[in-house]
């Protein structure tokens, strides 16, 4: 997922390195430092998506539908007559 994401390849060129004991193996700190964060990132990920799971299934609820249309129809509702307002 972020193999083409320049912002990740940015963080391990920036923010590692000043984790790393230069007077040993760096290539080898880099991996483990690398893993880590691989696995950090599998388990936040893991929790976001279980969690999104159960938000999904509570707002899918009718109720909850209901409210969301209604909010939605006010906001652009607000929007247009803000747009009817607006002098040019």
Do not use: W
């Not at 599998?42 to 609820?61: E, K, N, P």
């Not at 929007?79 to 607006?86: A, H």
Request: aromatic share 14%; hydrophobic share 55%; net charge positive.
């Amino acid at each position: 997922m972020n193999i083409l994401n320049p912002k990740v390849a940015i963080f391990f060129l920036t923010f590692l390195p000043q984790f790393v004991n230069y007077k040993t193996n760096v290539p080898l700190q880099m991996c483990i430092l690398g893993l880590i964060f691989i696995i950090m990132t599998a388990i936040i990920f893991g929790v976001l998506g279980y969690f999104s799971r159960i938000f999904r299934d509570r707002l899918l609820h009718k109720l909850y539908s209901e409210y969301m249309n209604i909010t939605a129809a006010g906001i652009f509702l607000a929007l247009g007559v803000k747009l009817i307002t607006t002098k040019i």
